[in-house]
C-alpha cells in the first residue's frame, strides 16, 4: 500500500482488518518484560545499553549515507539519530508499517514525517521484513535489535538484544 493510505487509516484508526501478507503489501520482534530470571534487569541494561549508543555513534561517523532496515521504528528513536546525523548524509529506511502494529503503537508512522522534513531521505516498505541491519558507509551492526528505545537500550526495561558489528572483509 502506499505510504499516503497508510498515514490516512492508520492515523484515522480506520482499516479493515484484512491480512497484508497475502497481498505482499507492508512489513516485526518480539516485546519482552525484562530479561529471565537468570539475568538481573540492571546487567541487561548494560549489555543493551550499548546497542544505542553504538548506533548514534556510527550515525555520527557518516559520510556518504545510512541505511537502516527494521520492521519496528519508533520516532523518538529516528529523531535521535537524524540529529546525530549532518543533513549531506542521504538516510534510506527499510520498515513493514501493518497497519495493525500501527494501532498497537509497535512503530510510528510518523517517522515518515520526521524523514520528509529532513529532506535527504527515503523510505521503503517491505511487508515480510523482518531483518535488523544498519550501514553507514563501511560501518555495519547487524542483529535483533529494532529501531525502538527499548531494543536499543534507551528505556527503563531494555530488551536483552543483539547488534554486533559485521566485518565482510573489504
Known amino acids: 500500500y502506499p505510504i499516503a493510505w497508510l498515514m490516512r487509516y492508520c492515523r484515522a484508526g480506520l482499516y479493515t482488518n484484512h491480512d497484508c501478507t497475502r497481498r505482499r503489501c507492508v512489513t516485526q520482534l518480539k516485546n519482552t518484560d525484562g530479561c529471565g530470571a537468570w539475568r538481573s534487569k ?15 555513534r556510527m550515525c555520527e561517523g557518516a559520510v556518504k549515507e545510512i541505511l537502516l532496515a527494521a520492521p519496528y521504528v519508533k520516532q523518538r528513536v529516528i529523531d535521535t539519530l537524524i540529529a546525530h546525523t549532518k543533513s ?24 515518515w514525517d520526521s524523514l520528509v522534513s529532513r529532506g535527504n531521505s527515503t523510505c521503503f516498505l517491505r511487508s515480510n521484513l523482518h531483518a535488523k541491519y544498519y550501514r553507514a558507509d563501511d560501518s555495519r551492526l547487524i542483529g535483533s535489535a529494532n529501531l525502538t528505545s527499548t531494543a536499543l537500550g534507551w528505556s527503563i526495561v531494555p530488551n536483552l538484544e543483539l547488534l554486533v558489528p559485521w566485518d565482510t572483509g573489504d
Not at 89 to 99: E, M, N, Q, S
Not at 100 to 109: C, M, R, Y
Open 42 to 56: 540492571r546487567s541487561c541494561a548494560l549489555v543493551s545499553e550499548l546497542h544505542g549508543d553504538a548506533l548514534t
Open 88 to 111: 549531506t548524509v542521504a538516510i534510506t529506511l527499510f520498515t513493514r508499517w501493518r497497519p495493525e502494529e500501527i494501532k498497537q503503537g509497535v512503530s510510528d508512522i510518523e517517522v
